[in-house]
T-cell receptor, first 111, second 111 residues
């Protein structure tokens, strides 16, 4: 089977740094993605890690350790607009690269 | 550039009624297409994916079905809706790099 674990909620202060962890257990693994979803909207792609290490895109960074089946999303210089749900997702073998999502982490950014 | 559209955006249906959600992609050929469902406050559940015309893979047994009559058209259907079918339905296509691009979503309420 396939499962992804991430915290259900995280609260942080504007300007701070927050890390959202994700552990996964899958039969087959191509890479770990992160998506952001604001209330009422569709998810949007943030980052993708196929290899171990850190990927940086502006204020957001994502890390992967394949040996530990673990990754995280790091958000720096938090802004109020970062309040949203964040999903880790595993891309695994299967026709068309199936992507399986975690349950999501709700991030609340406080002033 | 590629775009993805799905409709209707919102619908309220009685239990036992049929359902048809449509999704079309423009600007790309032979895309991998996906239907996801998201219950309120939950993660995304992969329902179906398709790698080509007439090729449908089902991830979860249920009273829903999917069809791909044309290369860039993906349809989600049901003959008789259940209360548990309520949710936010998202169509997506994936780039060759595996990034998912979602449509605007269809919010279904079954009463």
């Amino acid at each position: 089977g396939q499962s992804l674990e991430q915290p259900s909620e995280v609260t942080a202060v504007e300007g701070a740094i927050v890390q959202i962890n994700c552990t996964y257990q899958t039969s087959g693994f191509y890479g770990l993605s992160w998506y952001q979803q604001h209330d009422g909207g569709a998810p949007t792609f943030l980052s993708y890690n196929a290899l171990d290490g850190l990927e940086e895109t502006g204020r957001f960074s994502s890390f992967l350790s394949r040996s530990d089946s673990y990754g995280y999303l790091l958000l720096q210089e938090l802004q109020m607009k970062d309040s949203a749900s964040y999903f880790c997702a595993v891309r695994s073998p299967g026709g068309g690269f199936k992507t399986i999502f975690g349950a999501g982490t709700r991030l609340f950014v406080k002033a | 550039s590629q775009t993805i559209h799905q409709w209707p955006a919102t619908l309220v249906q009685p239990v036992g009624s049929p359902l048809s959600l449509e999704c079309t992609v423009e600007g790309t050929s032979n895309p991998n297409l996906y239907w996801y469902r998201q219950a309120a406050g939950r993660g995304l559940q992969l329902l179906f994916y398709s790698v080509g015309i007439g090729q449908i893979s089902s991830e979860v047994p249920q009273n829903l079905s999917a069809s791909r009559p044309q290369d860039r058209q993906f349809i989600l259907s049901s003959k008789k809706l259940l209360l548990s079918d309520s949710g936010f339905y998202l169509c997506a296509w994936s780039s060759e790099a595996g990034e998912l691009f979602f449509g605007e979503g269809s919010r279904l309420t079954v009463l």
